[in-house]
């Protein structure tokens, strides 16, 4: 699904009342405050859909497949997204039913 298509998801579950170039301004809104306050390390919760989350990661050896090298990853932070229980039952449901 592309950010399109979710525009034109939330335009006709809103109806006649509202412009698709609307909804693309309060889809757009929406994600820039997600990635906003992500920026910032706020935590994100909404109710019955996940929590978005702002993690560390430590930093690392690795090694550099062709080389063989050690090398190493630094410290950094990473979102993450933490289904809620109802989204997670719903999407379980619906892959039973698609099968």
Do not use: W, Y
């Not at 994600?31 to 706020?42: E, G, I, P, T």
């Not at 063989?68 to 997204?81: L, M, S, W």
């Amino acid at each position: 699904m592309t950010k399109a298509d979710l525009v034109e998801q939330v335009a006709s579950a809103i109806g006649p009342g509202i412009t698709k170039k609307d909804c693309a301004l309060v889809v757009d809104g929406l994600l820039n405050a997600v990635k906003n306050a992500l920026s910032d390390h706020h935590n994100i919760e909404i109710r019955g859909f996940g929590t978005f989350k702002v993690r560390r990661r430590k930093s690392r050896m690795a090694r550099n497949p062709r080389t063989g090298d050690a090398v190493e990853v630094p410290a950094r932070a990473v979102p993450i997204f933490k289904p809620s229980k109802d989204l997670r039952v719903q999407v379980s449901d619906r892959k039973k039913v698609r099968v």
